[in-house]
């Protein structure tokens, strides 16, 4: 399904093929002879979506830039199934496994490969030909890839990459649980994505 979002519409090769269930959603660009499967879900919302020449993208994942993050994908590269992409730079050649994570601002090299449920965490900079092992995480510039064990220390680094900020433009708070006002957080992300009633289906 082909949706034009915030006037702007998909720019599809004539040789990449798109599952039927798939949604290609506003100013997103798919190049030749890449193959988008079944429930994936692209989306660009405030800045754009490039996917380049064959790139395999696997079933039931979601691609979706934001209004401050762009999402560049080189060429050549197996995104796997389950997986999460937000406003993100991946170089070409790159193997993400089923179920990885990246988030806004992160970029992975060249020739990088993420296996299955891996991370890589808010502005955290991976160099080419790196390797992420297993439910490990990258975070950090240059990013440190440590084991999910390792939690304080991922936090450490992590408030200095400030996820709130970069993710909703909102400060983190002190105290236990959530660390964001989730009343600012659902007012804002609401109202943003009400621009979707708007949506037309091609």
């Known amino acids: 399904m082909l949706i034009e979002h ?6 599809i090769d004539p040789t990449a093929y798109i599952a039927p269930t798939a949604v290609i959603c506003g100013d997103v660009t798919i190049g030749a002879r890449t193959h988008v499967s079944y ?9 754009p979506v490039r996917i380049g020449t064959q790139c395999v993208i ?9 209004d401050s993050d ?23 050649e790159c193997f993400l496994a089923t179920g ?21 965490h808010v502005r ?45 433009g909102l400060q983190r708070q002190t105290g236990g649980g959530v660390d964001m006002d989730m009343m600012d957080v659902t007012r804002r992300e609401t109202t943003g994505l009400a621009d979707h009633r708007d949506d037309k289906e091609l």
Not at 58 to 66: H, Q
Not at 85 to 90: A, E, M, P, S
Not at 106 to 118: K, L, Q, W, Y
Request: proline share 7%.
């Open 70 to 92: 762009a999402v560049e994908i080189g060429d050549n590269i197996l995104i796997g199934p389950h997986s999460s992409l937000k406003g993100c730079t991946v170089g070409d």
């Open 58 to 66: 696997r079933e039931n994942l979601n691609i979706r830039s934001t």
């Open 100 to 120: 990885v994570k990246i988030y806004q601002a992160a970029r992975v090299g060249r020739r990088t490969e993420v296996r299955i449920d891996g991370v890589v």
């Open 39 to 47: 429930g994936a879900v692209i989306e660009a919302h405030g800045m």
């Open 124 to 168: 955290s900079v991976l160099p080419p030909d790196s390797l992420v092992p297993i439910m490990w995480v990258a975070v950090g510039d240059p990013a440190e890839i440590l084991p999910p064990d390792k939690h304080e220390k991922i936090e450490a680094i992590l408030s200095r990459m400030n996820f709130s900020q970069q993710v909703y």
């Open 6 to 11: 915030q006037g702007k519409r998909p720019s």
